[in-house]
């Protein structure tokens, strides 16, 4: 198994680097990046109303959402864009 497992996009990758922990801004603590292999997504993560941003559901979806700047603008938009050809939400 790897060491540095989190999967992600070319543009979330770059922001991750080899993080394989993050502060969660809600209980300033540091935790570990979610892990795909060993964790469920919908434990830990939750679509908006608009399935335009991820809403982190506990202390390890927090970190990884802000290390990873999973909510930013430029992502937000391309989601909204997929939600409007029936692309978007993936299911899981």
Not at 30 to 48: C, G, I, K, R, T
Not at 62 to 83: C, D, E, F, H, Y
Request: aromatic share 8%.
């Amino acid at each position: 198994m790897f060491d540095n497992p989190c999967l992600a996009c070319p543009s979330c990758n770059r922001y991750k680097s080899s993080r394989q922990t993050a502060l969660d801004l809600i209980t300033q603590q540091e935790v570990a990046l979610f892990h795909p292999h060993l964790q469920f997504w919908a434990d830990h993560f939750a679509w908006s109303n608009e399935s335009t941003e991820i809403s982190g559901l506990t202390p390890v979806s927090r970190a990884t959402i802000s290390a990873l700047k999973i909510n930013r603008p430029q992502l937000t938009r391309l989601r909204g864009m997929w939600v409007s050809m029936s692309e978007h939400p993936p299911t899981i």
